[in-house]
């Protein structure tokens, strides 16, 4: 199994900056890609951005130029760095790490304001 344990999110006002880390445990070694995903209230969870073991990485159209996916090996730590916050930003955010099969940190609200 795969243990994920997301930082704490928080308010910004829009056109600000905030940064996610998720810290991987256990059979991190099976890992093929982590990434983040977000829902909104009333919405379904989309992905934001992805990289894969390989260091690739990619993201939804939405947030492309505004946030950047990475990572620290050593620490199994995987980072979404979030730049010119928007107010359709707010939600909350999951970080991921797909094996064989999904495993989910806990979520993170993430609030932006106008």
């Known amino acids: 199994q795969v243990q994920l344990v997301e930082s704490e999110g928080g308010l910004v006002q829009a056109g600000g900056s905030l940064r996610l880390s998720c810290a991987a445990s256990?059979?991190?070694?099976?890992?093929?890609?982590m990434g983040w995903y977000r829902q909104a209230p009333g919405k379904q969870r989309d992905i934001v951005a992805e990289?894969?073991?390989?260091?690739?990485?990619s993201y939804d159209s939405s947030v492309k130029g505004r946030f950047t996916i990475s990572r620290d090996i050593a620490k199994n730590t995987v980072y979404l760095q979030m730049n010119n916050l928007k107010p359709e930003d707010t939600a909350v955010y999951y970080c991921?790490?797909?094996?064989?099969?999904?495993?989910w940190g806990q979520g993170t609200q993430v609030t932006v304001s106008s």
């Open positions: 990289i894969t073991s390989g260091g690739s990485t």
């Open positions: 991921v790490a797909v094996t064989t099969i999904a495993y």
């Open positions: 256990g059979r991190i070694f099976s890992i093929n890609a």
